[in-house]
């Protein structure tokens, strides 16, 4: 059997790649002098509205999203549960290492990197070039770019265009959506990627942490009534649901958030069943695009660019998320 290198031309390719490391993970994903994951702020935030310069109507909007990204999911599901499929288009784009960013699968008015069409809305543009974009058709423009924001325009300025009568972000329920948005978004939602795009220990600890208190937390609620806020799914729900969908597969071992995965949480895995369940829902998840976009695409979490087999997860057994709570006894975790 060869033997090993010796050991200074093991700290030598240690150095090299930690270095190499570094500058991928900082152009990739910019972190703050702890080490800490930065993510940037989205930079396109127009709304639709009657009077304005995009108002509501049907077929002149399209969503462009990659297939594998949980922020461009939620608008896909947003869609799906609205009945929006024949009033909004949907344009895909996938990941390219290659050339640094989104490209159309098809090219999209002359263009394949996503950065182009960006460049073209906003000349002069050198922001990051992200998913999802709510694009007007007949404006030529980005409307938005903030899927916390386009899934609430989706919900709420094309029901006139709207296949199913359902409202997920009610007026009653807009404080709790609120409340829970601003605890899982940091926590959970972009707490997955602190943890991934962690570069220190430290950062890497308390974004772990965040995580799994925070789905301790939910854990509980969610044994005691459907959904987040109760008995109706919203804004919150799709919101986690991105997340959650993924993160036994990727966010678990790529990501380090290995603590504990979700189908050891009695609640929460039967939330995601109950979930993927609901209308036109499994239609938008794709499991092994998703494996193949996080293990092929991001390098330096995973040079060799393998994409495990596993693990199987059913989202279509029964979820048991649909009895009456209010004479149900709530079944313990079994932690």
Known sequence: ?????????????????????????????????????????????????????????????????????????R??????LKGLEAAIAVTVVSPSPEDGGWVFDRPFLGHRPLAALYRQAA????????????????????????SAEIIVILNGAFNAAAERDIDLYPSDLKAAVDQWNAKIYPAVNNGVYRCGFAQSQAAYDQACRDIFATLDEIEATLSRQRYLCGDRLTLADVRLFTTLFRFDTVYYSLFKCSRQRIADYLNLSAYVRDIYQQP???????????????YGNLFPLNPSGLIPQGPQVNFGAAHHRDRDYSVSASRPSPR
């Open 1 to 73: 059997m060869a033997s090993l290198p010796g050991k200074a031309i093991i700290r030598l390719g240690k150095f090299v790649w930690s270095q190499q490391w570094h500058l991928m993970m900082s152009q990739m994903a910019p972190a703050g002098d702890a080490g800490d994951y930065q993510r940037p702020e989205s930079q396109f935030r127009q709304g639709v509205a009657i009077d304005s310069p995009h108002p509501p109507a049907a077929h002149r909007y399209r969503l462009i999203v990659g297939m594998g990204c949980p922020w461009a999911h």
């Open 75 to 80: 608008t896909l599901i947003a869609r799906s």
């Open 123 to 146: 000349p002069g543009y050198g922001g990051r070039a992200t998913v999802p974009v709510l694009w007007d058709d007949d404006a030529g423009a980005i409307v938005n770019n903030e």
């Open 280 to 294: 036109g829902v499994a239609a938008t998840c794709n499991l092994d695009l998703v494996k193949r976009d996080y």
